[in-house]
Nanobody, 124 residues
Framework: EVQLQASGGGLVQAGGSLRLSCLAS????????IGWFRQAPGKERERVSC??????????FYADSVKGRFTISSDNAKKTVYLQMNSLKPEDTAVYYC???????????????WGAGTQVTVSS
């Protein structure tokens, strides 16, 4: 059974940092693209960042809104994807979800597996 467990959300002041973790199980970790998506109240879900890493392959994507502030990484041995979020802004407030699919790219419509979200709140 495919499972994705997101954790690490919380309340932080603007300018602060948080690190989200997505623990994956039930599939070949290095064959899937795993990404972070977020949804704020009253807004559509948007993609944040994605990664796919194997010994012979490397792919990553960042939304323009987070480039230079967020860093995605993966630990294949731990089957965990991390999202380091620095210089957080109030507009980063949202529920963050991790998702996965057997392919390359970061479109939310193609993600086949979703985890429960974790709330990130950035106060001004």
């Amino acid at each position: 059974e495919v499972q994705l467990q997101a954790s690490g959300g919380g309340l932080v002041q603007a300018g602060g940092s948080l690190r989200l973790s997505c623990l994956a199980s039930g599939f070949s970790f290095d064959e899937f693209t795993i990404g972070w998506f977020r949804q704020a109240p009253g807004k559509e879900r948007e993609r944040v960042s994605c990664i796919k890493r194997s010994d012979a392959y490397s792919y990553s994507f960042y939304a323009d809104s987070v480039k230079g502030r967020f860093t995605i990484s993966s630990d294949n041995a731990k089957k965990t994807v991390y999202l380091q979020m620095n210089s957080l802004k109030p507009e980063d407030t949202a529920v963050y979800y991790c998702a996965a699919w057997y392919g390359q790219g970061c479109p939310s419509v193609l993600m086949t597996h979703w985890g429960a979200g974790t709330q990130v709140t950035v106060s001004s």
